[in-house]
């Protein structure tokens, strides 16, 4: 099938190609969704308009020409989920962090690497496809709309007459939750804080919501929301590993690290190396024993000045240049795709 195909596993992963979704031609669309998916109605009705397809429904009855994932998938029998549902494929980068995982050898599997910057790219280099830079397609509403920020914080349960926290932790061993969580709940007289554990938390039944709602943050967010409009609404960030950390860096909002022991030979992480654990040597990072200052920190605005200064040199590191047009960089470098492949196998097929 001649169609760009995006596959979607989880629902978090909608936010992620929505803009790119409205650059492309509708009738030159799949999305691809696992099945489990297809039974929420909210979900579904974010992709109204989009023909979706059910992922057990393309399993043994057809490929895709073009295939769109964040990642491999899985394996069974040796071959990739990708590779059994898709001829040419492009992986769209999800985030930066998990050095470990994010540049494994599972990357030579695609053909084509949407990467965000010069810096996934130069990582990718091992790999045999061709990297092509877009930025940060997921946030350009971030730079095209600047929302009334009080209207934005009521929605969140905020007091506009505070500053806003918005806690994005990672998951697993690595989410700094169970270390941070009574510091930040005794700054919440001097602070909104808004916690949105991380979404496969939720999705998958942890339990973690539950464990939070008595916890006496501000806001506990448990359901679909959109992170650009927490970025919107949030005066400081913490974060602790992951893309949360790089997504605050392109949106160039005051960042603070949260440090979890032993997160140097965790195994997505990948040593020493990872940018994970580099960018803690350029921003504050808070280890455990320091949990009671974040207060004081965040407080500081010669920290943040200065910040500011280091986060426009990380940026040009890290992100491609293209403020609030990058999902329409992504979706012209997927139809060019689909022009330059098509070219080729019509080249094959007349010299065959």
């Known amino acids: 099938m001649d169609k760009i195909a995006f596959i979607i596993h989880t629902k978090e992963m909608y936010h992620h190609y929505a803009n790119v979704f409205r650059m492309l031609n509708p009738n030159e669309l799949d999305v691809v969704l696992f099945d489990h998916l297809l039974g929420d109605a909210e979900f579904m009705g974010k992709l109204s308009g989009i023909n979706t397809v059910p992922l057990s429904s393309v399993h043994g009855a057809y490929k895709y020409r073009y295939l769109v994932s964040n990642h491999y998938m899985d394996m069974n029998?040796?071959?990739?989920?990708?590779?059994?549902?898709?001829?040419?494929?492009?992986?769209?980068?999800?985030?930066?962090?998990?050095?470990k995982w994010n540049y494994a050898d599972w990357n030579a599997l695609y053909d084509y690497i949407l990467c965000f910057g010069p810096y996934q790219a130069e990582r990718l280099d091992f790999t045999g496809g061709v990297k092509l830079q877009m930025g940060y397609p997921r946030y350009d509403a971030y730079f095209q709309e600047k929302p009334e920020r009080e209207p934005?914080?009521?929605?969140?349960?905020?007091?506009?007459?505070?500053?806003?926290?918005?806690?994005?932790?990672?998951?697993?061993?690595?989410?700094?939750?169970?270390?941070?969580?009574?510091?930040?709940?005794?700054?919440?007289?001097?602070?909104?804080?808004?916690?949105?554990?991380?979404?496969?938390?939720?999705?998958?039944?942890?339990?973690?919501?539950?464990?939070?709602?008595?916890?006496?943050?501000?806001?506990?967010?448990?359901?679909?929301?959109?992170?650009?409009?927490?970025?919107?609404?949030?005066?400081?960030?913490?974060?602790?590993?992951?893309?949360?950390?790089?997504?605050?860096?392109?949106?160039?909002?005051?960042?603070?690290?949260?440090?979890?022991?032993?997160?140097?030979?965790?195994?997505?992480?990948?040593?020493?190396?990872s940018e994970d654990i580099v960018i803690r040597g350029f921003l504050r990072s808070v280890d455990p024993g320091e949990r009671d200052r974040i207060g004081e920190i965040l407080s500081d605005e010669r920290e943040w000045q200065m910040q500011k200064i280091k986060r426009g040199s990380l940026r040009k590191i890290f992100f491609a240049s293209y403020d609030g047009c990058s999902a329409a960089v992504a979706a012209s470098t997927l139809n060019a795709i689909r022009q330059i492949e098509n070219k080729k196998g019509l080249f094959a097929r007349s010299n065959g």
Not at 162 to 178: A, D, F, N, Q
Not at 196 to 204: A, F, G, N, R
Request: glycine content about 12%.
């Open 77 to 99: 029998g040796g071959t990739s989920l990708i590779k059994r549902i898709g001829e040419c494929n492009i992986r769209f980068m999800y985030g930066l962090g998990d050095a």
């Open 152 to 273: 934005l914080q009521r929605k969140f349960g905020c007091n506009p007459g505070k500053k806003t926290i918005v806690w994005l932790p990672t998951r697993g061993k690595l989410s700094s939750v169970p270390i941070y969580l009574s510091a930040m709940s005794a700054l919440t007289d001097r602070f909104n804080i808004v916690l949105k554990p991380h979404p496969l938390d939720l999705e998958e039944g942890s339990g973690i919501a539950a464990s939070l709602r008595g916890a006496g943050l501000t806001h506990l967010i448990d359901y679909m929301v959109d992170n650009t409009e927490l970025y919107q609404a949030a005066d400081y960030i913490l974060a602790d590993y992951g893309g949360i950390i790089f997504s605050a860096l392109y949106l160039d909002k005051n960042l603070l690290l949260l440090n979890v022991p032993g997160a140097e030979s965790d195994p997505n992480i990948g040593g020493s190396n």
